[in-house]
């Protein structure tokens, strides 16, 4: 970790506490800053805030804080509180299982540690956003395809949210996703998927490569078709609850 993110790690948190104090039960830094994924000046760096309740009252008293952060590279946080997490882990079973795999305690309870993830509702939330996202795409590519900076955008942005999916992919075969998307890439392919233009999308993303508009149309094309293989495998996952 980076000497400038442990800085704006530790300043955030001295602000959270400080802000909710008897409230506050717990912040939670989670994603790829919490990862060797973390890429400085590009990643986002998320954090999760447990607090004993939730109300517009409660979340008023950061808002003066929110541009400061948002200049640190600091997405707005994500709040939740007890119920909410209780309530929530079978509707949103992918979001609470990325954040377990990554993630790392500043302050408070570890109640990620705690969570156990339905493998079936895992499986068709995966499918479903899979398959939906597919056709966002679709839509924005009739939006974008005519700039060739605005398609190579779309591309560049959608990639993160896809290797969410794909750590999920793993999880439902029973294998622990690694750490390192590049990886991820490796172990997804061991099932017969097909990832070069996925990685091709990755690099666009990283900007390890540039690409003119016929080449990026074309990326598109076998990108689309690569993650129709994906939620295609996913559909035809059979789940089992271990025993």
Not at 91 to 117: A, C, S
Request: charged share 25%.
């Amino acid at each position: 970790m980076s000497q400038d993110l442990d800085q704006t790690l530790r300043h955030f948190a001295e602000d959270v506490k400080g802000i909710y104090v008897e409230n506050l039960l717990a912040i939670i830094l989670y994603g790829s800053a919490a990862s060797a994924d973390y890429v400085e000046g590009r990643s986002n760096i998320n954090f999760l805030v447990l607090l004993t309740e939730v109300t517009p009252d409660e979340l008023k008293k950061c808002t003066g804080r929110l541009p400061e952060w948002h200049k640190k590279g600091i997405s707005t946080p994500l709040f939740l509180d007890p119920p909410y997490v209780r309530s929530s882990v079978d509707v949103f079973p992918m979001e609470f299982l990325d954040m377990k795999q990554r993630y790392r305690l500043l302050f408070g309870q570890d109640f990620l540690q705690g969570i156990e993830v339905d493998l079936e509702h895992l499986r068709f939330q995966c499918e479903q956003e899979l398959k939906g996202k597919m056709l966002k795409l679709r839509q924005l590519y009739l939006e974008k395809s005519g700039s060739e900076k605005q398609l190579a955008t779309l591309l560049a942005k959608s990639i993160s949210s896809f290797t969410v999916h794909f750590r999920a992919l793993l999880h439902l075969k029973r294998i622990s996703p690694p750490h390192s998307v590049d990886e991820i890439f490796v172990s997804i392919s061991q099932f017969g998927l097909p990832t070069e233009a996925i990685r091709r999308v990755y690099g666009l993303r990283l900007g390890d490569i540039t690409l003119g508009p016929v080449e990026l149309n074309a990326l598109f094309r076998d990108y689309l078709t690569e993650i129709q293989a994906a939620a295609n495998f996913v559909d035809k996952i059979e789940v089992r609850q271990p025993t």
